[in-house]
């Protein structure tokens, strides 16, 4: 059955870590998308990727890595630069960028916690 | 850059009944598509409704329907009939080639 995965649920990270946010997708879509979500505000977008091997800046890179070495995987690295990484994060889908609208499909989100 | 405001933090209704909530966007573009995403508490995000701003009609999905002014950069949701299941952050969306941006949401109670 298709669509998006994510793990682990919860995360938590010690001062000067980092970690690893996992995000499959079976759905064959090109394009895959991280954001971060605080309470009282709306999504905003990490990084993006439209094609294997490629991925841009969004608006709150600083502090965040990813990779897009398969179609399927888009993982998020929160490293030690990123000063406040307490929050939810959610990784999505859409398929090709052909005309630029393609509807985005999320996976159920990561809770990253501070010790 | 676009913006998308959503003006209402909280709203409540009873069972059965109809509300309305309220989305404007600022951009300077012609062609882009706007969106309604349901986050219960589960906190999975949900698609509920997609509007093409090129089309004049508005866009409906059982009990859900959108009332688009493109002239008034507006977008609205209603929610017929309104069930105990549809408790939930609901976060109004702007796409422009690939660009989204989100409201800062509406947390929807309904009450029996």
């Known amino acids: 059955d298709g669509g998006i995965t994510q793990s682990p649920k919860y995360l938590f990270r010690k001062e000067g870590q980092n970690v690893t946010l996992s995000c499959e997708q079976n759905?064959?879509?090109?394009?895959m998308y991280w954001y971060r979500q605080d309470p009282g505000q709306g999504l905003r977008l990490i990084y993006y990727?439209?094609?294997?091997?490629?991925?841009q800046k969004g608006d709150i890179a600083e502090g965040y890595s990813v990779s897009r070495e398969k179609k399927e995987s888009f993982p998020l690295t929160v490293t030690s630069a990123q000063k406040n990484p307490t929050a939810f994060y959610l990784c999505?889908?859409?398929?090709?960028?052909?005309?630029?609208?393609?509807?985005?499909?999320f996976g159920p989100g990561t809770r990253l916690l501070v010790l | 850059a676009q913006t998308v405001t959503q003006s209402q933090p909280e709203m409540s209704v009873q069972e059965a009944e109809t509300v309305t909530l309220s989305c404007t966007y600022d951009?300077?573009?012609?062609?882009?598509?706007l969106f309604w995403y349901k986050q219960p508490p589960s906190r999975q995000m949900i698609l509920v409704i997609r509007?093409?701003?090129?089309?004049?009609q508005n866009a409906t999905e059982n009990r859900f329907s959108v009332n688009f002014q493109k002239a008034a950069k507006s977008f609205s949701l209603k929610i017929s009939d309104s069930q105990l299941g549809d408790t939930a952050m609901y976060f109004c969306?702007?796409?422009?080639?690939?660009?989204?941006?989100f409201g800062a949401g509406t947390r929807l109670t309904v009450k029996p």
């Open positions: 759905l064959n879509h090109d394009a």
């Open positions: 990727s439209q094609i294997v091997n490629d991925f």
């Open positions: 999505a889908s859409s398929t090709s960028l052909a005309g630029g609208q393609e509807t985005q499909y």
């Open positions: 969306a702007f796409m422009n080639n690939n660009d989204m941006r």
């Open positions: 951009t300077s573009e012609s062609n882009y598509y």
């Open positions: 509007q093409e701003a090129y089309k004049q």
